[in-house]
């Protein structure tokens, strides 16, 4: 069975820079992978995707598993040749809808409903291996349990039992030499739960290790600690990957603490509503004093809307209700995070992290 490495080629104190190697291909750290949840990042294409430099794309396992189905992915040849995609693909566990849709849990697994048609899902550790095998993705993640904020010590320790079991059930249950398995950290904000989930999951040998259960409504000054305590108990040579965290400041805190990757679905989130990520915070472009700027929506970004379109004519777009305004600002968005995770790794290299993260912070720590 192939295993994933990581080969570190810099650290800034615990900032690393690194570079990946899964059995079909590599991808560099820190990087940032869009979100692509029902096979395609919202607005966007595979030839953007390229043009973006994106090295990962995720899809998201429930919703693909729903329509179009695994067994229709696997028969385009899986994830990425379904989406005409030549980069690298993640799927996710469906572990994020055992938080978002509470449905029926129990030791075995989850029973969900469909959000598409009420019909009834039986998703073990075992099923969600088989279906995200089929689905093909480079790197798939194992189900677990991502407990709610707040909760109390009872129930976030019932959802570390459960992840590490489930966790060991997925580990014996895959069988696809070309596709890695990343195991998922619990523990809510609890240092010590943080450390001995961390412990657990670091002792079954998977080929990367998510940090789940964050960004789930806890403050940065909460995440932090426990992000730092369950990467103190990992190990330094697979890559570490914070699960739904895509804001600058956090990211960049993350980095200096040992995080390697990270998703997210803010990027687009807020561009197809108007708001531009920029090296001078966030942007609503719907403003009216936009109305005949000239300027791009930031002049430090080389991405093709940046070259291309100034404020006053995307702010039009949203004026008329031109959906191409949401996907210009959500092109520029992604390609702006993508380009911070550039410096992040050149700096790293060169450095001069701290300088960058302190620049990061002094426009970003305050935005939520």
């Known amino acids: 069975m192939f295993r994933a490495h990581m080969e570190i080629s810099a650290v800034d104190g615990a900032a690393r820079a690194g570079i990946v190697t899964l059995a079909r291909g590599t991808y560099v750290t820190p990087t940032f992978m ?17 043009q973006l430099g994106a090295q990962i794309v995720l899809g998201n396992t429930y919703h693909l598993m729903l ?37 029926e849990v129990d030791d075995d697994g989850v029973t969900f409903t469909s959000t598409y048609d009420g019909s009834k899902h039986r998703f073990t ?6 279906t995200q095998q089929l689905l093909g993705a480079d790197i798939q993640m194992a189900l677990d349990v991502c407990p709610p904020l707040p909760s109390s010590d009872d129930v976030v320790g019932e959802a570390m039992r459960r992840t590490t079991l489930w966790a060991k059930r997925a580990r014996n249950a895959h069988t696809r030499s070309d596709q890695s398995l990343f195991g998922i950290v619990q523990g809510g904000i609890s ?49 570490r990957y914070l699960m739904g965290v895509g804001d600058p400041a956090s990211m960049i ?14 990027q687009t989130r807020l561009g197809r509503h ?35 379109h100034s404020r006053g004519y995307v702010r039009h777009l949203f004026q008329v209700g031109e959906p191409t305004a949401s996907r210009l600002v959500s092109y520029h968005n992604v390609a702006w995070t993508l380009s911070l995770m ?25 935005v939520a």
């Not at 290790?209 to 305590?229: C, K, N, W």
């Open 34 to 50: 869009p979100v692509g949840t029902r096979g395609a990042i919202k607005y966007l294409s595979a030839q953007d995707y390229e």
């Open 274 to 308: 108007g708001t531009a990520l920029t090296s001078q915070g966030r942007v609503n472009l719907k403003r009216a004093e936009f109305v005949e700027s000239n300027d791009p929506i930031d002049v430090d970004c080389r991405c093709m809307v940046c070259q291309r």
């Open 191 to 239: 240092e010590r739960m943080r450390r001995e989930s961390a412990r657990q999951i670091a002792s079954l040998n998977f080929d990367g290790y998510g940090i789940g259960g964050l960004s789930v409504g806890e403050t940065r000054e909460q995440m932090l600690p426990a992000l730092a305590a369950a990467i103190a108990e990992l190990p330094t040579n697979q890559p």
């Open 342 to 366: 550039e410096q992040a790794r050149s700096s790293i290299i060169g450095g001069t992290f701290q300088a960058l993260r302190s620049r990061v912070r002094d426009v970003w720590a305050t």
């Open 125 to 130: 550790p075992e099923s969600a291996v088989a």
């Open 253 to 266: 805190e993350a980095i200096a603490l040992g995080v390697d990757q990270f998703d997210c679905v803010l």
């Open 67 to 103: 329509r179009p189905g695994a067994q229709t992915v696997a028969h385009f040849g899986g994830l990425g040749a379904f989406a005409g995609w030549k980069g690298l693909t993640l799927t996710d566990s469906g572990g994020f809808q055992v938080f978002s849709l509470e449905p």
